[in-house]
């Protein structure tokens, strides 16, 4: 989860997030001595903050979409 605080549009949050995550997909690591490769896909959403009356609230939510709650 990120927050950030951005004076533009959904739209233009959306497409600059997935511009800035577009080449953080694959990774190269060690395991048990042996080189593999991690791929694994981004996701995102968008909750804007003043929907939320808090922190624990607006964590609930995000919590919420990851557990399939809503």
Known sequence: MIVVGRQLSATA????IARLMQD?????????GEQIMVSAPSTFDLM???????????????DAKLTGAI
Do not use: H, K, L, W
């Open 13 to 16: 949050m959306r497409i600059e």
């Open 24 to 32: 953080r997909r694959e990774m190269i690591t060690q395991a048990n």
């Open 48 to 62: 804007p903050i003043s929907g939320f009356s808090d922190f624990d609230e607006m964590f609930a939510a995000f």
